[in-house]
């Protein structure tokens, strides 16, 4: 079993780190690429803005579940802070079975359109579904993540001694 965990979490390492790295970098050198076509050689590079957003979007998609893990993404906390503990621990489940269910709701109609899609790309003519696959593996990290920390919101309640 521990053998297992290792070996998913360097899948999950290699998708939320190496990944989202890989494709920032193809961003910059895309961006740098397209200065120098475009002011040094006087001729604009069609494929570049394509890339660019295809390398945020894959950025995103991948990196997501790296920033729920060290609960670094964007959250509004002016009223859970300020509210005594009991409080803050309804919030978060509250929350995060919100979350869930919303986001089980819409896995199976996501990964039928992906599926579905015939479309290419207007310059580089990927297919959608290579260029959307990453969007399922986000949905799915962000449903194990959600799993996870409503997990531990009752596992930190209940080591802080506080009732329901």
């Known amino acids: 079993m521990e053998q297992l965990k290792?070996?998913?979490?360097?899948?999950v390492d290699f998708l939320g780190v190496f990944?989202?790295?890989?494709?920032?970098?193809?961003?910059f050198i895309t961006f740098m690429v397209t200065i120098i076509s475009r002011y040094f050689f006087k001729?604009?590079?069609?494929?570049?803005?394509?890339?660019?957003?295809?390398?945020?979007?894959?950025?995103?998609?991948?990196?997501?579940?790296?920033a729920m893990e060290a609960d670094e993404h964007v959250v509004f906390g002016l009223v859970y802070d300020a509210?005594?503990?009991r409080t803050q621990f309804v919030f978060k489940v509250l929350y995060n079975v919100f979350l869930l269910i919303l986001l089980l709701l819409c896995f199976?109609?996501?990964w039928h359109s992906l599926i579905g899609k015939q479309m290419?790309?207007?310059?580089l003519k990927l297919p959608y579904t290579v260029v959307f696959?990453?969007?399922?593996?986000?949905?799915?990290?962000?449903?194990i993540r959600t799993c996870i920390n409503i997990r531990n919101a009752?596992?930190?309640?209940k080591e802080g001694g506080t009732e329901l």
Do not use: D, Q
Not at 19 to 27: A, E, H
Not at 47 to 64: A, D, K, N, P
């Open 154 to 157: 009752f596992k930190e309640h």
């Open 6 to 11: 290792k070996v998913g979490k360097a899948i």
């Open 108 to 110: 199976v109609p996501c």
């Open 43 to 66: 001729t604009p590079v069609t494929w570049s803005y394509e890339i660019s957003v295809l390398g945020y979007m894959w950025t995103m998609f991948f990196g997501v579940g790296k």
């Open 19 to 27: 990944i989202p790295n890989i494709t920032f970098l193809v961003i």
């Open 83 to 85: 509210v005594k503990p």
């Open 120 to 123: 290419v790309t207007g310059v």
């Open 133 to 143: 696959a990453p969007f399922m593996y986000m949905l799915a990290e962000v449903i």
